[in-house]
T-cell receptor, first 116, second 111 residues
């Protein structure tokens, strides 16, 4: 079945630095990818919808200059957390839509970001 | 390795039929459990969640799920489905810093 690889699985960075998270569809071309964030003891929150070749659509309250999303190819979307702060520490997960696989969605394994 | 299994890949039901979607996980210890729904063309929405307390959890749109610790299961149920329930359903398990999703179950409800 469809596989989405998300890397890294865990990252620790210093305040003020930037971190890039990659989401790759390994065996299908993903025209649409979603980026989610999970806060402790809460459900996932949609951050943005990423469409290949166009600008991402951000949800209300999500700073697009802080969370840079690039979907430059049909198999790769990246989320860059710029000038990270401790409050950005969270679990980030992507999902990709496979248009040839019945439009099913597959999740990456997630990234645990800790900003110190 | 920790895993979340949704045994049904695709379920097809007629309206008013009862629904049960299976979810099993392999974590030990205390876990938080979620069911999400994704309607065609939309992002995930939370149906229900279990953190502690009553193992029978009621969610939105008439859905409920039962946590059975001894079976490592968190099955989703609805007594009478509607055509509008056609969607993909994902089970998710969180323990500590780890969160995993099941592969999803596509539900098709025929009118």
């Amino acid at each position: 079945g469809a596989v989405v690889s998300q890397h890294p699985s865990r990252v620790i960075c210093k305040s003020g630095t930037s971190v890039k998270i990659e989401c790759r569809s390994l065996d299908f071309q993903a025209t649409t990818m979603f980026w989610y964030r999970q806060f402790p003891k809460k459900s996932l929150m949609l951050m943005a919808t990423s469409n290949e070749g166009s600008k991402a659509t951000y949800e209300q309250g999500v700073e697009k200059d802080k969370f840079l999303i690039n979907h430059a190819s049909l198999t790769l979307s990246t989320l860059t957390v710029t000038s990270a702060h401790p409050e950005d520490s969270s679990f980030y997960i992507c999902s990709a839509r496979d248009p040839t696989g019945g439009n099913r969605y597959t999740f990456g394994s997630g990234t645990r970001l800790t900003v110190v | 390795a920790q895993s979340v299994s949704q045994h049904n890949h695709h379920v097809i039901l007629s309206e008013a039929a009862s629904l049960e979607l299976g979810c099993n996980y392999s974590y030990g210890g205390t876990v938080n459990l979620f069911w999400y729904v994704q309607y065609p063309g939309q992002h995930l929405q939370l149906l229900l969640k279990y953190f502690s307390g009553d193992p029978l959890v009621k969610g939105i749109k008439g859905f409920e799920a039962e946590f059975i610790k001894s079976k490592f299961s968190f099955n989703l149920r609805k007594p009478s489905v509607q055509w509008s329930d056609t969607a993909e359903y994902f089970c998710a398990v969180n323990r500590g810093n780890d969160m995993r999703f099941g592969a999803g179950t596509r539900l098709t409800v025929k009118p």
